[in-house]
Nanobody
Framework: QVQLVESGGGSVEAGGSLELSCALS????????MGWYRQAPGKARELVAT???????RESDSVKGRFTISQDNHKDTLLLQMTRQKTEDTAEYYC???????????????????WGRGTQVTVSS
């Protein structure tokens, strides 16, 4: 059974940095396309960044140049390095994986994949 467990959320002041981690178990990590989504109260879920099994990455326009998605294949862990954070980055962040295709995850989220339970990120002004 595939499991995703996020960690690293917390509170930070605007302009600061945080790193999120997502540990995958139950499947061969290198075959999975993975990504980070976020959802703020009263807003729709949105894709933050995604990485395919061949290492191709894509970030949303709202975080491009500030957030970096990467993976540690030795630790079966997905990472999201967040820098120059803004108050509008405040949201619950979710890790997701598609271990069938290994492709970049779609903007609307994956129905056939796996999801973590989320980790809260709060950016204060």
């Amino acid at each position: 059974q595939v499991q995703l467990v996020e960690s690293g959320g917390g509170s930070v002041e605007a302009g600061g940095s945080l790193e999120l981690s997502c540990a995958l178990s139950g499947y061969l990590f290198s075959l999975c396309g993975m990504g980070w989504y976020r959802q703020a109260p009263g807003k729709a879920r949105e894709l933050v960044a995604t990485i395919s099994s061949d290492g191709t990455t894509r970030e949303s326009d709202s975080v491009k140049g500030r957030f970096t998605i990467s993976q540690d294949n030795h630790k079966d862990t997905l990472l999201l390095q967040m820098t120059r954070q803004k108050t509008e980055d405040t949201a619950e962040y979710y890790c997701a994986a598609d271990c069938n295709s290994g492709a970049l995850l779609p903007d609307q989220g994956t129905n056939d994949g796996y999801w973590g339970r989320g980790t809260q990120v709060t950016v204060s002004s």
